[in-house]
């Protein structure tokens, strides 16, 4: 069974910046593509940014330049510095991972979502 547990999210001042986790533990061979998604009040969910195993990233228009996302493989741990919040940042912020069991298996899961608020 694999888990993923987020941490970093919480009450900032436009302007400030907050640092997001998010850990994988279990029945892991092999981590893949990991991602952290959006979701606002009344807004449909938003892929803010993704990192391969390689480190190779993408981001969405509306965060690149404040947002950075980096992964520790050894740890299996993805993170999400973001810098400059807005007010519009505001939601909750789930992490999302693409990983191979130790049985083979290829599955996507989810992190519980962490709320980031952005008001001073």
């Known amino acids: 069974q694999v888990q993923l547990v987020e941490s970093g999210g919480g009450l900032v001042q436009p302007g400030g910046s907050l640092r997001l986790s998010c850990a994988a533990s279990?029945?892991?061979?092999?981590?893949?593509?990991m991602r952290w998604y959006r979701r606002a009040p009344g807004k449909q969910r938003e892929l803010v940014a993704s990192i391969t195993r390689g480190g190779s990233t993408n981001y969405a228009d509306s965060v690149k330049g404040r947002f950075t996302i980096s992964r520790d493989n050894a740890k299996k741990t993805v993170y999400l510095q973001i810098d400059s919040l807005k007010p519009e940042d505001t939601a909750v912020y789930s992490c999302?991972?693409?990983?191979?069991?130790?049985?083979?298996?290829?599955?996507?899961?989810w992190g519980q979502g962490t709320q980031v608020t952005v008001s001073s």
């Open positions: 279990g029945n892991i061979f092999n981590i893949n593509v």
């Open positions: 999302n991972v693409i990983i191979t069991t130790d049985l083979g298996l290829i599955n996507d899961y």
